[in-house]
């Protein structure tokens, strides 16, 4: 017979792990991996069939990379002003 657990336990737990992990492991270590697939994915983006030479594959990525950046901001702007405006729930 199992007890299933409620949502509040299982944060709990997922907290519990996480600050276990990172009690053990180097913040950078722990999160390379994470980091070279999220850049890799604009390498992807501006060359899917690997033909470029890689100084230029890697200068397409970077911009590919600003521009994704860029477009966050302007996201996070937009709904900054969205929410600072009168008549907006935001307090």
């Not at 299933?4 to 792990?17: C, D, V, W």
């Not at 996480?18 to 999220?38: L, N, Q, Y």
């Not at 100084?55 to 600003?66: D, I, N, P, V």
């Amino acid at each position: 017979m199992s007890t299933s657990r409620t949502p509040a336990e299982i944060t709990l737990q997922a907290k519990a792990a996480a600050h276990s992990k990172w009690a053990t492991t180097d913040p950078v270590e722990g999160t390379a991996a994470a980091r070279a697939a999220f850049l890799d994915r604009f390498e992807l983006q501006v060359d899917p069939d690997g033909v470029l030479d890689p100084a230029e594959r890697s200068r397409r990525a970077g911009h590919a990379r600003k521009a994704y950046f860029a477009s966050l901001a302007l996201k996070s702007a937009q709904a900054r002003r969205k929410s600072a405006a009168p008549g907006s729930d935001a307090a």
